[in-house]
């Protein structure tokens, strides 16, 4: 089994900065590409930004320049920096990762989502 832990989120003012981190766990041979998607109210949800095994980033528009993805390959881990917060930004965001179990055999793995409001 695999689980993608998320933490980070909360309020914050316009301006401001928040950062989101996602660790994987369990049985994992490998991780391919790692992602956050987000999901505002009353709408479907986005891809924000995603990063390949290397170093290859890919931005929504709306938040380039905001925004940065990195990830600590060692430890299974992605993060989202978010910086200039705007109240269009507030969704809730979830980590998402293809991970390999064995060297056939991958899939998408989705972690649990964390609010982030963007308010004064």
């Known amino acids: 089994q695999v689980q993608l832990v998320e933490s980070g989120g909360g309020l914050v003012q316009p301006g401001g900065s928040l950062s989101l981190s996602c660790a994987a766990f369990?049985?994992?041979?490998?991780?391919?590409?790692m992602a956050w998607f987000r999901q505002p109210p009353g709408k479907q949800r986005e891809l924000v930004a995603a990063i390949t095994n290397g170093i290859s980033t890919n931005y929504a528009d709306s938040v380039k320049g905001r925004f940065t993805i990195s990830r600590d390959n060692a430890k299974n881990t992605v993060f989202l920096q978010m910086n200039s917060l705007k109240p269009e930004d507030t969704a809730y965001y979830y980590c998402?990762?293809?991970?390999?179990?064995?060297?056939?055999?991958?899939?998408?793995?989705w972690g649990q989502g964390t609010q982030v409001t963007v308010s004064s």
């Open positions: 369990g049985n994992i041979f490998s991780i391919n590409a």
């Open positions: 998402n990762a293809h991970i390999f179990t064995k060297p056939w055999a991958a899939k998408d793995y």
